[in-house]
């Protein structure tokens, strides 16, 4: 059953400006880093407490019942074990390269027959649905969405929308709270411009679904508040670099991030959802946070995961962020029943890990 979301229990004191926390001595814990606790309790609604659903498919291609099974794990692991009240489903479409205008499915890419399975699954349990389409540069290797460069933007944007208008009717048709339309185009979004081009990309989209569209920007141009994209509802991936090590206490790493946020106006972070964050644990996974598909996790790193999350947890209370999405769950791993160890999952699947836990702990706190 879904949880009601009531408030947030604080997990620290601050005292002139400086939070307190305790660790535990044995600084390789995988658990709770021990906060301390002590202020009254504050309360802040966060609207969207959820979790990155990627769904890849691979062969062997399952059936549509095994589909709904998996479906039905990934839900209930989501609602039950995690508390969450959201979920945001991302799925691959395709570009060839950096300057292709042409825009296209393969066999990766769910179906929207697909992705209806996830969302009646969803739907049932009361959650909250997002979708987020994710363009791969290339098919079988990849280049960053976020160097983009198109020879003819208008056209780019053109073909975008035809790919993804299937999937804009579905999200009107089963009435989704949003539709992350582009995410990371970094290239493509701070140049004054290119601005009539995505006007044109939104006027498009709108035609077909009219909830809220929402573009997940870098962090880099979110921090520097520059995204001309029209509309913009400052959505962005958080993964700011704290440059310490691996033995970093979250009181380090809460500081590192307050100095991020406290560059932007209150009015600009408290209308901000964290679209994406992820981690991977190893050794400089503190300093490059956005490394997330560059290597596998190291086990002896597990530990970092939860301080993570954990501190990413109280940056959403302190500046009253609207939401955040952990990344992330694959759809084609059981959750429930797949080892969490760092060599049985991706790097950046953290089910059953200390991530897990973190994450559990931070919604916990919002619920009742």
Known sequence: M???????????????????WHLRSDEGSTTDPGITTGAQPTHHLAEALGIDVWWHKRAPYTTPTEERAEADAIVRYVDVNLHANSISIGFPIYTSSDTSDHVFTTKATPSTSDLLILIHAAETAGLRIQMRPLINVGVSSYSWRGRLKPANLRAFFTSYYETLKPYLALAQREKMSSFVYASEFWSLSVKQADAPAWEHLVSLMSSVYHGRLEYDSSGVPYLRNQVVV??????????????????????????????????LPASVVA??????LGFIARS????HPSRVDSGPTDSKYLYM????????????????????????LDFNTDPLTTPGTAESLGPTIWADRPGATAIERCFSRFAA
Not at 2 to 20: D, E, F, Q
């Open 2 to 20: 879904r949880r009601k979301i009531i408030g947030l229990v604080a997990l620290l004191v601050v005292t002139s400006g400086v939070v307190a």
């Open 230 to 263: 029209p509309g913009y509802a400052h959505v962005m991936d958080a993964y700011f670099s704290v440059p310490v090590g691996s033995k970093a206490t979250p009181a380090q790493l809460y500081q590192g991030w307050v100095s991020r946020f406290d560059q």
């Open 271 to 276: 209308d901000s959802t964290i679209e994406e």
């Open 284 to 287: 400089d996974g503190y300093e």
């Open 305 to 328: 995961e939860d301080r993570w999350f954990t501190m990413a947890c109280e940056i959403v209370h302190r500046f009253h962020i609207r939401g955040v999405y952990f990344w992330n």
